[in-house]
């Protein structure tokens, strides 16, 4: 990251926090000189971005002072609790940043713009995208990397797609992602699922399946389920991969929250593929940046490559070169890494107070729901909460609509005909403010109590 990134970030946090107040003087720019050892000129850049944010302002031959925000915004946020909406907050993302980085697209590739041919995608945002995956222990060719329209394009292209294994049949974990499932049944596609718990799957059901299924593709997420919150551990990935080359079947890896995992120890199942042969890695920046974006990542084994391109070009001559560009720069320039810090670090809070909060309230449920560590003890910014049968969760949902808190079960997360062992409520905190997550919380376990009464 660049230096006046880490001071700009710095300085962002320490606004935010006591005890400074509306109208707070900053320290002098030498002070910031010689407290992060660099020059005058990394200090008055990051003090130019934040006075361009609104955060300070600045009165000639007297220094900076803090502008706070108005807590309107945040008031609203916690009048009505949602533990449904998972995409990014909107309130966290840095709109000048990524604004600043589509005007300089606009001038870098105003030739680009009018023009097409290339589905493969910018190859100058394929070869940064090569550098950021490393950093996740994914290691690709440039040649093994895709720019899609989004995951859920790639999840279609892969289904459809003929396999060099000549299998035609899906296996889903499940639950799973809800609109990768629609697809499959809306198509009538070949499937099945396996049930995917906090503990993981069963390896022993696993290698059934994989022998005698017909297996052409896995889809999973390992990392931070949808909707469970939960994580393989890596004897498991480790155990997944094995079975995925002995049996020649393709594991569909879709590591949507990549960007917010707090262990630098922690690979993705494509680590442990030894030959890059049989995990195909999907990457998303919906949920670090935002939806509208588009864009997405796939590292595709050699075997499959050819055939991707082609299935690619023919549904989708180019990704929008725009955002390609635009992501591109804002990789680039440093700038994503700042914000991936910022979201993330406020993610795993949010987590965190989440975690503790269930936990203590299924404690206090006299077995009306629980929340099953998983087998990781990681904690993501989503779990979910299994409901003992008596639970009228349909009058549960209704009632706190009521209270303005919305929670939803995790019913289209399952194929139709798969038999669903327990009631799931799903709970993500991406829209809920810190202060307002243990009480949440609280209040949708009473209500729980109250409905079985």
């Keep these: 990251m660049h230096k006046y990134l880490h001071v700009l970030t710095d300085l962002e946090a320490a606004i935010e926090s006591p005890p400074y107040r509306d109208g707070s003087k900053l320290p002098s720019v030498r002070s910031l000189t010689a407290q992060y050892g660099c020059s005058k000129s990394t200090i008055l850049r990051a003090l130019d971005e934040l006075e361009r944010q609104h955060l300070i302002y600045s009165i000639p031959k007297s220094g900076y002072y803090v502008v706070k925000k108005s807590a309107a915004p945040k008031q609203r946020a916690e009048a009505f609790l949602d533990f449904v909406t998972s995409a990014p907050d909107p309130d966290i993302f840095p709109y000048l940043d990524f604004q600043h980085c589509i005007n300089k697209a606009i001038d870098t590739y105003k030739e680009e713009l009018f023009v097409y041919g290339t589905p493969k995608g910018l190859p100058s945002l394929i070869q940064e995208v090569q550098k950021h995956l490393a950093d996740d222990q994914v290691f690709a060719d440039t040649r093994s990397i895709f720019i899609v329209s989004g995951v859920q394009q790639a999840l279609s292209l892969l289904s459809t797609m003929p396999f060099p294994n000549g299998k035609t049949r899906i296996l889903v974990e499940q639950p799973s992602y809800h609109l990768f499932i629609e697809q499959l049944e809306t198509h009538g596609l ?17 290698e059934r399946i994989f022998r005698t299924g017909k297996i052409k593709l896995f889809y999973t ?35 949507y929250l990549a960007d917010f995992e707090q262990d630098p120890k922690v690979d993705p199942l494509y680590a442990y593929d030894d030959s890059f042969s049989h995990v195909i890695y999907l990457k998303s920046y919906s949920k670090i ?11 595709i084994p050699d075997a499959l490559s050819e055939t991707f391109h082609k299935h690619k070009k023919l549904v989708d001559i180019d990704s929008s070169m725009l955002s390609q560009g635009a992501l591109e720069i804002y990789l680039k320039s440093g700038m994503f890494e700042r914000h991936k810090q910022k979201i993330s670090a406020s993610y795993a809070r949010r987590g965190r107070i989440l975690h503790e909060a269930v936990q203590e309230q299924a404690l206090l449920s006299g ?29 549960v949902i209704r009632q706190l609509k009521k209270l303005s808190i919305a929670v939803e079960p995790a019913d289209k997360h399952y194929l139709t005909d798969f038999p669903k062992k327990a009631s799931i409520l799903k709970l993500n905190v991406s829209h809920v403010q810190e202060g307002a997550i243990a009480e949440g919380i609280a209040r949708l376990a009473d209500t729980i109590r109250r409905a079985v009464r």
Excluded: W
């Design 190 to 206: 070949p499937c099945i699922g396996i049930e995917r718990t906090a503990k993981g799957i069963d390896l022993e059901e696993l």
């Design 221 to 255: 997420m390992p990392r931070f389920h949808s909707p469970l919150g939960c994580s393989y551990t890596r004897e498991q990935k480790k155990n997944i991969a094995a079975l995925c080359r002995a049996y020649d079947v393709y594991a569909v890896e879709d590591d």
């Design 289 to 299: 940046m935002f939806p509208g974006l588009r864009i997405g990542i796939a590292v």
């Design 367 to 395: 077995g009306l729901f629980r929340n099953d560590p998983d087998a990781t003890r990681r904690l993501g910014v989503h779990t979910h909460m299994l409901l003992d049968a008596k639970v009228p969760v349909s009058r």
